[in-house]
């Protein structure tokens, strides 16, 4: 099964590659031709659905991977918690059938784990709570002078309960690049959000399609100053789109460029997340990710970005070749 992950792995396409195929912006921001930003927007489109397709595949096999190994990851997890905790093959048996313990066993299966991992009853807790700040403090210094002794009379106790100081680390780290992630990530949203609501762009866009209403209205075509009115009215259209473009699309281009350099910079922190998260289940259940999901979250932060990408011309309303 590990040969054949690898295999998989080294056949698939990796971020990396799919970030060198990105197509670049056409030169021209406005003057761009339809046939131009159709062969643009196929591109982006074409590598948009590949990745996309990709993305699935590789959650399909995670998934597939994990219910495999579904048992396996049970037992090593009970194992781990029995060799953690200190809890005997009867007590799993009654934490499988919660059903079956009262509220006083599971209290006290609580209380059990807590004192074996940590030395501290559910007691002590609860009056800890109650205490003011320098009682906790107190009660916080004395309990690190305590664990530091006892590791250095026991340093097989020490090893023995490394593992879930390493998770917890290691989860704490995670939470802090996924806040910097959404950080990142919210702040490129109000950017383009600033775009697409701009007041100018919005009194525009109302304009042009009040002259669109009026073209034709309550008149007969063949009316010659209608007509007349008509064409002054596409010239009015046509130039207010052309302005329309020329304040939008330059903005809408630098941000994407802004978005682009933002998924580079932030692929490591998407791919160590992923480590983590592998080690946090290797950890937890002995059997770790298989390596081709460790570039699910920075596929995923580039399919965002092609969308967008897929958008650069939005704004642009007016080609030469409609006149013809």
């Known amino acids: 099964m590990v040969l054949s992950i690898g295999l998989m792995t080294s056949a698939q396409s990796t971020f990396e590659s799919y970030m060198k195929r ?4 056409p030169r021209d921001t406005c ?18 659905n590949e990745l996309s397709n990709e993305i699935q595949n590789r959650n399909r096999n995670l998934n597939d991977y994990m219910e495999k190994n579904k048992s396996t990851m049970q037992n090593n997890s009970i194992n781990q918690m029995q060799q953690q905790y200190g809890i005997s093959n009867e007590d799993i048996n009654k934490m499988k059938n919660g059903k079956s313990m009262s509220k006083e ?10 004192q074996q991992q940590t030395n501290i009853s559910m007691g002590e807790v609860e009056n800890l709570s109650k205490s003011g700040e320098a009682g906790k ?6 309990y690190a002078a305590e664990a530091q002794a006892n590791a ?17 680390s290691l989860q704490m780290e995670q939470q ?33 399609a009040k002259w669109a209403g009026q073209k034709y209205k309550g008149t007969i075509v063949t009316d010659q100053r209608q007509i007349t009115q008509d064409d002054s009215l596409d010239v009015l259209i046509k130039n207010e789109e052309i302005r329309y473009c020329d304040l939008l699309t330059p903005k809408y281009r630098n941000l994407v460029r802004q978005h682009l350099s933002s998924v580079k910079a932030s692929e490591p922190d998407y791919h160590r997340v992923a480590d983590i998260t592998s080690e946090v289940t290797r950890l937890q259940t002995g059997v770790a990710t298989p390596s081709e999901s460790s570039d699910i979250p920075a596929m995923g932060a580039l399919l965002e970005y092609l969308d967008k990408l897929g958008d650069a011309y939005k704004f642009k309303l007016y080609f ?4 013809n």
Do not use: C, H
């Open 22 to 25: 990105v197509p670049s912006l």
């Open 31 to 48: 003057n761009i031709s339809k046939a131009d930003l159709a062969s643009f927007e196929q591109q982006v489109t074409v590598l948009l």
């Open 105 to 114: 066993e599971k209290m006290a299966m609580a209380n059990k784990m807590m």
């Open 137 to 142: 403090q107190a009660w916080a210094e004395g």
């Open 152 to 168: 250095q009379a026991d340093p097989k106790k020490q090893t023995a309960s490394s593992t879930p100081g390493t998770i917890s």
């Open 176 to 208: 802090s690049l996924l806040k910097k992630i959404k950080i990142e990530n919210d702040r490129i949203a109000g950017l383009y959000a600033e775009v697409d609501n701009d007041p100018s762009g919005k009194v525009m866009k109302e304009r042009i």
């Open 320 to 323: 030469p070749e409609d006149d």
